[in-house]
């Protein structure tokens, strides 16, 4: 396994640095389309709701059946679904608010505010990340094909929060360079969660505890599809049935791209 450390930290830090085209266009584009929006939300949460019960929570529970037997297996996978959705829960209701509202944003606005919402984003993004970039890493481990998968769910993900971050900051302050590294920084909380939760699992990395991250991360996806994603895609004001194609557009380039990894 150690000879997989490189290229899981590099999937990882990829997933990551995603963040930097979000902040990109943050600084660079003075209107945001709605439709264009609401497509790209929703297709993201298309490609994370698919790639969690298609591929993450399965392996979950293949992971604990050798060592709890098949029904403990799928009750204890249910179990850290759940519990990686309240943790997550617990963690937005500690922190401000961080909703993905992008579309208000104009030159003019308060800037102080503007400022406080691009820092606060920027700060539960990366708290958000960080267990983001472990389930990356110990699945790109265990698994190529899964991390690979995670991935490409997570960095496609990180794009609209990247946009979230930089473009309150840039209005706020006027600087495209204070906007984009900002965004750009919330995003390596991503490598750097991987590092760290390596450090600590490396000696008793086996498939309960594999079972276990995979399963809790479902749930993590779960929720910032149906707490942020979706919900952002709604209040752009787009048509509804523009969202659903994207969450079926993205669950179907995802499940291409699965196809082709296997």
């Not at 085209?21 to 497509?39: A, D, H, N, Q």
């Not at 308060?110 to 820092?119: E, I, Q």
């Not at 906007?179 to 995003?187: K, M, P, V, Y």
């Not at 000696?203 to 309960?208: I, S």
Request: hydrophobic share 55%.
């Amino acid at each position: 396994m150690d000879h997989q450390v490189l290229p899981a930290f590099l999937l990882t830090l990829g997933a990551g640095l995603s963040t930097g085209i979000g902040s990109w266009l943050g600084v660079l584009s003075r209107r945001f389309s709605p439709g264009l929006l609401t497509s790209a939300l929703s297709f993201s949460a298309g490609v994370m709701i698919f790639v969690s019960f298609v591929e993450i929570f399965p392996k979950a529970r293949q992971s604990l059946t050798p060592a709890l037997g098949t029904s403990t297996a799928y009750l204890v996978t249910v179990l850290a679904f759940f519990a990686g959705m309240l943790a997550l829960a617990l963690i937005d209701r500690l922190l401000p608010s961080h909703e993905l509202a992008i579309l208000p944003l104009r030159e003019g606005s308060d800037s102080s505010a503007l400022m406080r919402t691009g820092l606060f984003s920027a700060l539960a993004i990366a708290i958000h990340n960080f267990p983001e970039g472990l389930a990356t890493f110990v699945a790109a481990l265990s698994e190529p094909r899964l991390g690979i998968g995670i991935a490409i769910a997570i960095a496609i993900h990180n794009i609209p929060e990247g946009l979230a971050v930089s473009a309150p900051v840039y209005y706020a302050t006027g600087s495209r360079s204070k906007a984009f590294w900002i965004s750009f920084a919330s995003g390596l909380a991503e490598p750097v969660g991987a590092l760290i939760g390596y450090v600590f699992l490396r000696t008793f990395l086996n498939d309960v505890v594999l079972g276990l991250v995979f399963a809790s991360v479902a749930g993590i996806m779960i929720y910032i599809c149906f707490d942020e994603l979706l919900p952002a895609a709604q209040r752009t004001g787009a048509k509804h049935h523009l969202m659903m194609f994207g969450v079926t557009a993205g669950m179907l380039v995802m499940s291409i791209s699965l196809v082709l990894l296997t």
